[in-house]
């Protein structure tokens, strides 16, 4: 929900309402004055996004428009209070021992990044805390509200794998039968992987089925959109390389975004029913996500409002929102106020609980590990006493964020419309997790050292992960420099020779030898070789 602490019209009085004006203009102006002398340039415009200076009134309008709520809770703090202590919090996932850790507010750390909105939601104790939209959907667009609808990404597969739970409570869809049986419109290729070991659902949702193509680009304005048929056998006009099965069938994780691809024709196909209404009907609807949708591409009235993606230096994704017919894996439009209505779902039913839209045994099955980390469409992490569910997304110009704790009730959305918006959102959830006192998410603490010249040099070059795609390291400032999302680059440091960290994110580079080694982090591990000419 979006919070609004204004007075009561009919029992605030005069003097009441002209207090708080007097505040709120104290803080618009305090706030406005130190974000313009930070951003101003000789020309009057800010250099965040090469934006007016319409952007800073837009996130000093939000940042200033909590006024003191009424009461505070038991420990004595309020929901501004902990808002505030988010937004001004921000900082890094490692920090390096004996070296001084640099905090940012959100609003440097906006500019920093190019992401030009953001919206948050904060989830205590099973109830959202606060909601806010921060920045601007776009340059002269709409100031961002907890409202505005973002692309999804990724997080897309924890609703889809939600609508097929409901599917199969309903006992219209089995997890354990052979998908092939059930599809009509496209046919999963036979291959000796799919002669031993049918695919099921089950394996579809928990990325254990064997399937390639591990995500998708999705269409830009303009091009030819293919249907998901064409999609899923790597027909044109589509611009991903054919589904198929390339190894044992529930034997491991491989995630797949062409395995929730097939999970969507076969929700279609098993109920006649288009996927987007499907979802509405099953799991936006009875949620009261009422602003949500996977329909793509959004229509033109809605897209007029909402948030436009951007990439990674801060500039206009050419044509704005890329289209997605991949609905299950990529398509879902939604807002923070209703991604967070979702988490709550899932964590009532995770907790045992009966939920709107699932059972309490559903819910637990969801979020009850299949593979490595992976339930039914949500990681699952933290410690077996205090696990939380968890997904983020990534689609040109958006990154998004989506954590819940069951137990305790306690969560975060982050919705961006930026390519660094993932690092955005992270940033975001250690501060949340910092405030609100969470066993996880803490930065990591890390000891570098130096390497001579000669050592470092042979570590330059281009790699190519395995199944994922590639990424850089090049020789800057006498230093090694990572750029693992195009036009993002950041230094490297050195834990011992042939090992790398960086501190934007958790994650280490491990060489076994100058032209290979692993990549790992928290949700991701995988191997890399230097690239072939």
Not at 159 to 188: F, N, P, Y
Not at 293 to 316: I, V
């Amino acid at each position: 929900m979006e919070f609004d602490f204004r007075p009561n019209r009919a029992t605030a009085t005069p003097a009441s309402r002209a207090g708080r004006q007097e505040h709120f203009r104290h803080i618009l102006e305090r706030t406005c004055a130190r974000i313009m002398a930070f951003f101003r340039t000789p020309n009057g415009w800010c250099r965040m996004f090469r934006l007016p200076r319409v952007f800073l009134l837009a996130v000093a309008l939000s940042a200033a428009s909590v006024a003191p709520a009424a009461s505070a809770d038991a420990s004595g703090q309020t929901p501004q209070s902990r808002m505030q202590a988010v937004i001004d919090g921000l900082g890094p996932a490692v920090e390096i021992e004996g070296r001084p850790v640099a905090r940012s507010g959100l609003v440097e750390t906006m500019q920093a990044l190019h992401v030009p909105g953001v919206a948050i939601a904060v989830i205590r104790q099973g109830k959202v805390d606060w909601a806010k939209g921060f920045g601007l959907t776009r340059e002269g667009g709409e100031p961002v509200t907890a409202r505005t609808l973002f692309q999804a990404g990724s997080v897309s597969k924890p609703i889809a794998a939600m609508t097929a739970l409901r599917l199969v409570q309903e006992g219209r869809l089995s997890l354990d039968g052979d998908a092939d049986a059930i599809l009509k419109t496209w046919k999963i290729p036979s291959n000796p992987y799919t002669g031993r070991t049918p695919v099921t659902l089950r394996a579809l949702l928990s990325h254990t089925a064997g399937t390639t193509v591990h995500g998708f680009a999705g269409y830009a304005a303009g091009e030819a959109v293919p249907t998901l048929p064409q999609v899923l056998g790597g027909v044109a006009p589509a611009n991903s390389k054919p589904v198929v099965v390339d190894r044992p069938v529930g034997h491991e994780y491989a995630y797949s975004g062409g395995g929730y691809s097939i999970a969507q024709q076969l929700m279609v196909d098993a109920t006649g029913a288009p996927f987007a209404e499907l979802v509405r009907k099953t799991v936006l609807a009875p949620l009261g996500m009422s602003r949500s949708t996977e329909q793509q591409p959004l229509q033109a009235s809605r897209l007029a409002h909402a948030a436009w993606p951007h990439d990674g230096a801060g500039a206009p994704i050419p044509g704005g929102p890329h289209t997605y017919p991949e609905m299950a894996a990529a398509g879902l439009w939604t807002t923070a106020e209703d991604l967070a209505r979702f988490a709550i779902e899932l964590q009532r039913a995770a907790s045992g609980r009966q939920g709107r839209v699932l059972t309490a045994d559903m819910g637990r099955l969801m979020t009850t590990r299949v593979k490595g980390d992976y339930g039914l469409g949500v990681s699952i992490l933290g410690s077996a006493k205090a696990p939380y569910f968890y997904h983020d997304g990534s689609n040109a110009g958006y990154k998004a964020t989506l954590l819940g704790y069951p137990a305790s009730g306690d969560g975060v959305v982050v919705l961006t419309n930026g390519d660094q918006g993932y690092e955005l959102g992270q940033k975001i959830a250690r501060a949340v997790a910092v405030v609100y006192g969470w066993p996880d998410l803490h930065p990591v603490k890390r000891a570098a050292v130096d390497l001579a010249a000669d050592q470092l040099a042979r570590y330059a070059g281009s790699f190519e992960i395995e199944g994922v795609g590639g990424f850089e390291i090049h020789r800057r400032d006498g230093g090694l420099a990572l750029e693992l999302w195009k036009g993002v680059v950041e230094p490297m440091y050195a834990q011992a020779p042939g090992r790398f960290f960086i501190t934007s994110h958790d994650l280490v580079l491990t060489f076994d030898g100058p032209d290979r080694g692993r990549i790992a982090a928290p949700d991701f591990k995988g191997s890399f070789a230097r690239a072939k000419p």
